[in-house]
């Protein structure tokens, strides 16, 4: 079992930065590939990033390539989410999440094990 908790979210105008963090306890946390989800009112949670279980490879979802970047530092069990040129349309609470199995190129919400609580990201035009 892994617990993830996320953090660093908050109100932030249009073309604004945030650095969103998600640190994990529990299993050896460089044994996940993990991914950042976000979830706007009324729709369904959809896939923002992923990154391997090393770090050395990372995958994005088209509307948010160029402007936000995952990282991962397996030394702190953390995963981070950085995003740049923030717009109103990324309004949404940000989950991030833990896969045992598979390849990290999976955008699916089934295809993770484990997931953290969310925090709210509000961008203001």
């Known amino acids: 079992q892994v617990q993830l908790v996320e953090s660093g979210g908050g109100l932030v105008q249009a073309g604004g930065s945030l650095r969103l963090s998600c640190a994990a306890s529990g299993r050896t946390f460089s044994s996940y590939r993990m991914g950042w989800f976000r979830q706007a009112p009324g729709k369904e949670r959809e896939f923002v990033a992923a990154?391997?279980?090393?770090?050395?490879?990372?995958y994005y979802s088209d509307s948010v390539k160029g402007r936000f970047t995952i990282s991962r530092d397996n030394a702190k069990n953390t995963v981070y989410l950085q995003m740049n040129s923030l717009k109103p349309e990324d309004t949404a609470v940000y989950y991030c999440a833990g896969g045992i199995s598979g390849s990290f190129h999976y955008t699916s919400v089934r295809h993770y094990d484990y997931w953290g609580q969310g925090t709210q990201v509000t961008v203001s035009s």
């Open positions: 990154i391997n279980r090393s770090g050395s490879s990372t």
